[in-house]
């Protein structure tokens, strides 16, 4: 157990609904990072927040947007939902900025239907 | 120049034996190069990591070469067991970088028969 947890561990909704995931980090860890895997594209880097603020950005869709909250739990909102949103979305959390020694949590998976 | 390329694809290696997964990377930036397990329905999970200020890096029976000047790095069990059988992946990132995040090779399948 890395002591990341997410909710929920599965999420299946329809094309053009919106959904929100969420994260706890590990006691202690100031960063949360976003991550999308799929069969094709692999383990892909999302977006990176630390201590509230966005601190990096990858191939995140304009559709899709996060936040970091006061007690350092994120959210992962994705609206519009298409069909290939669909796979895992895992969150990882670390201790500083630097994006060394990431542990992830159990991820989510999301089927669109 | 972010790539991360890893192979094989997929590795059948027997009880006892040595399983090695090799990844190669073009960003000199890079110093920090983890490598993860992952389980059917689980989050990867960190397993060992080295900084390319040294050449290996041993945890148990999992351990780590690294050759700066050919930029590869490589993973080896020793000593297989099938409770190894997951995949993994070897990753890299760069401290300074505004990327902030960790690039990842496309995943090894290993398969450890009893």
């Known amino acids: 157990d890395s002591g990341v947890t997410q909710t929920p561990k599965h999420l299946i909704t329809a094309t053009g609904q919106r959904v929100t995931l969420r994260c706890s980090p590990r006691s202690g860890d100031l960063s949360v990072y976003w991550y999308q895997q799929s069969l094709d594209q692999g383990l892909q880097f999302l977006i990176q927040y630390y201590n509230g603020e966005e601190r990096a950005k990858g191939n995140i869709l304009e559709r899709f947007s996060a936040q970091q909250f006061p007690d350092l739990h994120s959210e992962l909102n994705l609206s519009s939902l298409e069909l290939g949103d669909s796979a895992l979305y895992f969150c990882?959390?670390?201790?500083?900025?630097?994006?060394?020694?990431?542990?992830f949590g159990p991820g989510t998976r999301l089927t669109v239907t | 120049q972010q790539q991360v390329k890893q192979s094989p694809q997929s590795l059948i290696v027997q009880k006892g034996g040595i399983s090695i997964i090799n990844c190669a990377y073009e960003n000199t930036a890079f110093d920090y190069f983890p490598w993860y397990q992952q389980f059917p329905g689980k989050g990867p999970a960190l397993l060992i990591a080295?900084?390319?200020?040294?050449s290996e890096k041993k945890e148990g029976r999992f351990t780590i070469s690294f050759n700066k000047s050919a930029k590869q790095f490589s993973l080896h069990i020793m000593d297989s067991q099938p409770g190894d059988s997951a995949t993994y992946f070897c990753?890299?990132?760069?401290?300074?970088?505004?990327?902030?995040?960790?690039?990842f090779g496309k995943g090894t399948k290993l398969s450890v028969k009893p």
């Open positions: 990882a959390s670390s201790v500083g900025q630097s994006p060394y020694e990431q542990y």
């Open positions: 990753a890299a990132s760069e401290r300074g970088g505004s990327q902030g995040n960790l690039i």
């Open positions: 080295i900084r390319p200020d040294v």
